[in-house]
Nanobody, 126 residues
């Protein structure tokens, strides 16, 4: 079955960096996607980055473009989210999720993702 386990969250000052990891199992098709989402208290879940398993195609939300980078190491079955130039507004619980939806590589909406990890907290202080 599909399992996703996030790690790497923590507390950092504004301008700092963190790298999140998502250990993936059960997602084997090249047409599947892994996405990173975040949710702050009182706000809706927001998609921030997607990678297509089969071709490294990536897609980002406007709010993180130029600051965050999604990548994957297929040998380790791990997807990463490198977050640079962090801002207090980036504070949220971060989740990775898997999608088998067609053309998922540019779909940042949570409804296209059927499998979710438990989340890892990122806190950015000013």
């Amino acid at each position: 079955q599909v399992q996703l386990v996030e790690s790497g969250g923590g507390s950092v000052q504004a301008g700092g960096s963190l790298r999140l990891s998502c250990a993936v199992s059960g997602v084997s098709y090249d047409s599947n996607c892994i996405g990173w989402f975040r949710q702050a208290p009182g706000k809706e879940r927001e998609g921030v980055a997607i990678v297509l398993r089969g071709g490294d195609r990536t897609y980002y939300s406007d709010s993180v473009t130029g600051r965050f980078t999604i990548s994957q190491d297929k040998a380790k079955n791990t997807v990463y989210l490198q977050m640079n130039s962090l801002k207090p507004l980036d504070t949220a619980m971060y989740y990775c999720a898997a999608s088998a939806f067609g053309d998922c590589w540019y779909r940042l909406e949570a409804r296209y993702y059927g499998y979710w990890g438990q989340g890892t907290q990122v806190t950015v202080s000013s």
